[in-house]
């Protein structure tokens, strides 16, 4: 049995993770189109059966833009969200498929045991997710101003941590975004950059020394690319004195395209 992770797509376009346990495989929101899902379900090889639920973070389009129709086309999927999430989506979703969740509370389903917690964003009750099994961790954290100190315990000991790194702050200064949306993002219930996911990280590997494999996620379009957002983390690790290799492996889930599946 192998543990792993997929993304379909991240970032403010749209976005959609798969992560699977054997002959139990999970979504993680449903922002892109419902063939863009079933296609990087096709290209891992995840079967009707196998697909488990959909678990969405939050309300806002580009998380849930294919609910409805994909809950048509994968009519035994349950779809799971906290009572704050359901609230703010209007998509009818068949009742015995609604599952609801508290946040802080592990649930299972399948093989893979399930939390979510609360993270800062500007939603009805956002959350990022952490997935178990094999004795080992995935944790997803995007969408999110800042990383509060309940998030850092959360995923202490994560094995795969999924991180946002949305923007560099002086290109999302001098960019052509209006004031507004530039403040939204850069406010503590909008999206990390570059630098405060590197030094989140700094902080992570202080705290406990162990592999991990890092996954930037979440680039903005407008503001970030791949090389840029890689680049930024990597030096300021290095300047920590924390050296990619061995015990430290990261990469950038590019936004539009099917990534790599990464094992735990």
Not at 213 to 239: C, D, G, W
Request: with cysteine; hydrophobic share 40%.
């Amino acid at each position: 049995m192998s543990f792993s992770f997929c993304s379909f797509a991240s970032g403010s376009t749209g976005n959609c993770y798969l992560v699977r346990s054997g002959e139990t495989a999970l979504l993680v929101d449903a922002g892109i189109s419902a063939k863009k899902i079933l296609e990087g379900l096709a290209h891992t090889g995840t079967t009707e059966e196998q697909l488990k639920g959909l678990l969405l973070t939050h309300e806002h389009s580009d998380h849930i833009r294919s609910l409805k129709t994909l809950s048509k086309k994968r009519a035994s999927m349950d779809v799971y969200a906290n009572e704050g999430t359901w609230g703010a989506i209007e998509t009818e979703i068949h009742p015995e498929r609604k599952k609801h969740f508290q946040n802080g509370e592990a649930f299972q389903i399948g093989k893979i045991l399930v939390k979510a917690f609360s993270v800062s964003h500007d939603a009805a009750d956002p959350v990022g997710y952490s997935f178990y099994s094999e004795g080992k961790q995935v944790s997803i954290v995007t969408d999110t101003g800042y990383i509060p100190e309940e998030v850092y315990d959360e995923v202490l000991d994560a094995d795969l941590l999924i991180l946002e790194a949305n923007h560099d702050v002086n290109m999302l200064k001098i960019g052509r975004y209006p004031w507004f949306l530039k403040q939204r993002i850069l406010g503590t219930t909008g999206h990390l950059s570059n630098e405060t996911a590197a030094h989140t990280l700094v902080r992570l590997f202080s705290e406990r020394q162990k592999e991990r494999k890092i996954l930037l996620a979440h680039l903005s379009r407008e503001n970030n690319f791949p090389e840029m957002a890689y680049q930024t983390v990597k030096n300021i690790l290095e300047e920590e004195n924390y050296a990619l290799g061995k015990q430290i492996l990261l990469s950038t889930i590019v936004r539009d395209e099917i990534s790599a599946v990464f094992q735990v």
